[in-house]
């Protein structure tokens, strides 16, 4: 069923924070009563408020929050926001529709290049901190290995970087898949390196 795609994927605290609703420990003010205390709780993908008792799961919480009259509505408009992908359209006509897994799928495609773009961008930017703030500072100083290990591959990030920048979106999901290896290597370093630098931080 359509309606539970959604509820499965879109939780009404994700929904709440989207449509720009201040959360604080999974409560915020009930819009629903123009509260002003954090009465409204959110709790296994729905909602409660305490003090009007309004509730319900995120198909309910978007329904009343733009004053839609029927939940089909507040549906629609959780498919276009979180672009999940269903034919709408064919709803009730006993034709194919994806099912959570195709959703998960889909949305994995979908945010997979850019996950792989954000490790790839923060491996060159830390290999550049390291050639920069790590460098011996005399002649006597015995250089660190993870700064011969950022001159050595510095470059070669860059242009990986620059390389998928450059990809299709199938190209960029064809890397991620061929590279999952190199990808997780360079997130470790890239962890190992953000310690360094907190380290220095501190210092």
């Known amino acids: 069923m359509v309606f539970e795609i959604v509820r499965e994927s879109v939780s009404a605290e994700r929904a709440a924070a989207y449509y720009g609703i201040e959360i604080k420990r999974k409560r915020c003010r009930c819009p629903f009563h ?4 954090f009465n409204l709780s959110f709790h296994g993908g729905g909602f409660n408020c305490f003090v009007c008792g309004t509730h319900g799961d995120s198909i309910e919480f978007t329904r009343l929050l733009f004053g ?3 939940p089909i509505d507040a549906v629609k408009r959780l498919n276009s926001d979180f672009c999940l992908c269903l034919d709408l359209g064919k709803v009730g006509k006993g034709e194919w529709n994806p099912t959570l ?3 998960r799928r889909k949305t ?4 997979l290049p850019k996950a792989v773009h954000k490790i790839l961008w923060e491996f060159a930017l830390n290999l550049d901190w390291v050639k920069r703030s790590l ?3 005399t002649p006597e100083e015995k250089p660190l290995d993870v700064w011969f290990y950022a001159l050595q591959n510095l470059s070669f990030a860059e242009y990986i970087l620059d390389c998928f920048e450059n990809l299709t979106h199938e190209g960029q999901l064809d890397f991620a898949v061929k590279e999952k290896e190199m990808i997780s290597l360079y997130e470790r370093i890239s962890k190992f390196i953000d310690g360094l630098r ?3 931080n501190a210092a």
């Open 34 to 37: 123009n509260g002003n205390d």
């Open 108 to 111: 994995a495609e979908r945010e």
């Open 198 to 200: 907190r380290t220095c």
């Open 135 to 137: 460098a011996p500072k």
């Open 101 to 103: 897994a195709d959703i």
């Open 68 to 70: 839609y009259q029927k």
